[in-house]
């Protein structure tokens, strides 16, 4: 078994919720390894990673949700010390999680039909974003 | 080190929180690999794994806090489109997560004793799931 | 690739979160492995694992999230069976999750600047919690 390491960029902005599943695929390739996993990983306290049905209606109605949990308006403490608007984006992100694991078969990510790997930015400002893409397996 | 890779089917009803703990055991067994860990993911984007007790208590009380994130009846954007009913569905899904790993040691899942592995069916209707169920180690 | 199997021991009380960065970083050292990733997994129903940045003002914003999804006072069916007044904890460490992997590169955890490894402590008296911290590579 081995390990293949690779990077993927990304540019966001607020609350985007980026469909990453062809770069993810795209590492996996290139990694030559056909069974095994790979493990995708924000490095940054305020992006999420999970899967979704990647269709215009559920980009609005996760991002209601995560209103229900962590309200933008809300009282944070956290705003009290750092003055950076963001109290709410650390809560949802450490909710959601910063990694997933996905199997791979065959040298392709079991996803299901309607499934993609998303990136979700959780932060209120415009990011550089670079997550990590390790693969897994022989 | 190596990988094993396996399935567990389901059939599942709305909200149903299955106890598949014995069945990622018995990949562990068959996998001969003693010591490392287990990756459960499920294909499909209205479908979450996790860990519970898995006692009939809470079998109401988790879903009673997802309701509380994501209401059955509340507006979703993914209704108006698809109109499959199940909006709730992948927002519940997305929150909890697709995938989980546990650590193996002596050819054992190192779970406590009151927590059990447990798929939970977010959709709203009969499905038949096929889980993957990958051990890594030596 | 080889996979080394490491303990973190915690002694904790209610809704305590526990920044376990370094003791997640001495697994990778003691480890030898300089690429892969590390698996750290909470066994028990009751705490639950993610990343944060580790400031106190969000040490009082998460749990603020966690009593909207599961609030301490509210019915439990789990409650009624055990009577052991931890309904809440159960769930909210169910939604959070037991688990997390996080990449290594250079043998050292690929974190954001302020992003920290945590447990979180959900159950509602004082435990001391042995964590697994397996970490996969070469």
Partial sequence: MTVYMDKIQLKTNEMDIVDITSEVQASVSKSGINNGMVCVFCPGSTGAITTIEHEPGLMHDLPAALERIAPKGAHYEHEKMWHDGNGHSHVR???????????????????????????????????NRILLSHVFGE
């Fill in 93 to 127: 992100a450490s909710i959601i999680g910063p990694s997933i694991v996905v199997p791979v078969v065959d040298g392709r990510l079991q996803l299901g039909t309607w499934q993609q790997i998303v990136f979700i930015e959780c932060d209120i400002r415009s990011r």
